[in-house]
């Protein structure tokens, strides 16, 4: 197959860590063809969405697979110039481009949607990613999350952080733990950081209230196919830290899913998948669901490394079977 990656530049790709570079490892291993496109590389040209692609080629990938010792910016090389083709020529086109989510990366979505119209196959959906905002998405599955507000009025912030005492405040479109604010009643702080995270009421935010199982690890289950990994990560928080993401220090620390896991896994597994969604990470701190992420999950190479569970090999099964349906 030929599969074409929409990614960030790539010497920023940290390959002893970065699921999709394992993606890839394991789509090269299987004998597929790999391509690389920024996202300023789609377009809509004479009608027809295309991209500004290049062949992509892995150099000792195996030997930079959970290995920081020799990370460096030489683990590629591409075919230049780069070439124009139409999306839909390709087997499957993998949009792994990180958040933020702005305007561009909204821009992204609709010219892969039309692409989508015009044949290419595209994961995850481009539709279904903009109707799934990585953290207000759990509104679609309350039943499973802490108790939780959306809002930018700064009075109706207030009152929740009143009500619950110990709260967590974030942007709806960050990613890593970035401006991610643990705030108590009695913070002095308070006020400030309310103003700042809405920008004086114009900026809409999540807040919810502080589970301290925190402690124990923010752990990502991995959908995969709409089927749970049957591990997750945990990000456990260093000292004196109240994240878990590993962009914030955390360490992680694969582990058998729980009970819990399980069953929010396997009720929205289905729902996700049936809307387009091949992967996707849930975000659980103990018993309740915090986040639903599907711009381009990550955790592959930690799990696999610790329990020798092959995710990026799961993947690419579910890939593989995905494009075989889709074109038929």
């Known amino acids: 197959m030929r599969l074409l990656f929409i990614l960030d530049p790539l010497p920023s790709i940290k390959t002893y860590k970065d699921s999709s570079f394992a993606m890839m490892t394991e789509a090269a291993r299987r004998g597929h063809e790999l391509h690389f496109a920024p996202q300023e590389g789609l377009l809509w040209k004479r009608g027809k969405v295309v991209v500004e692609h290049c062949r992509l080629h892995l150099v000792e990938p195996e030997r930079r697979l959970g290995n920081p010792g020799i990370h460096d910016e030489h683990w590629y090389r591409l075919d230049l110039p780069p070439r124009e083709t139409p999306l839909a020529e390709f087997d499957a086109v993998l949009n792994r481009k990180d958040p933020p989510f702005d305007l561009e990366y909204l821009t992204g979505t609709w010219l892969l949607e039309h692409g989508v119209r015009q044949g290419a196959r595209v994961f995850n959906d481009p539709r279904a990613v903009r109707d799934h905002n990585e953290k207000f998405a759990i509104a679609q599955f309350a039943q499973y999350a802490a108790p939780t507000l959306v809002a930018r009025l700064m009075p109706q912030l ?4 009143a009500e619950h005492g110990d709260v967590v405040l974030k942007p709806l479109d960050g990613m ?3 401006s991610v604010f643990r705030v108590t009643d009695h913070d002095p702080n308070r006020n400030v950081i309310v ?3 809405t920008q004086h ?3 809409t935010i999540m807040a919810q209230r502080y589970l301290p199982e925190i402690r124990d690890g923010d752990k990502r289950v991995l959908l995969i196919g709409g089927k749970p990994v049957p591990y997750s990560l945990a990000r456990i928080p260093r000292a004196g830290e109240s994240r878990g993401n ?3 220090g955390g360490t992680g ?13 396997e009720a929205l597994g289905p729902v996700l998948a049936a809307r387009g969604l091949l992967l996707v990470g849930l975000d659980v701190i103990g018993d309740c ?3 639903v992420n599907v711009t381009s999950p990550t955790c ?6 610790q329990t020798g569970f092959d995710v990026a090999a799961l993947f690419l099964d579910a890939l593989e079977a995905a494009c075989v349906k889709r074109a038929h």
């Open 300 to 305: 592959f190479q930690e799990i696999t490394q």
């Open 246 to 248: 590993l962009a914030a």
């Open 253 to 265: 620390v694969a582990r058998p899913l729980t009970a819990r896991d399980r069953e929010i896994a």
């Open 201 to 203: 009421g114009h900026r």
């Open 158 to 161: 207030h009152a929740f952080i």
């Open 176 to 178: 890593g733990g970035a």
């Open 289 to 291: 669901l915090t986040e």
């Open 195 to 197: 103003e700042t995270l």
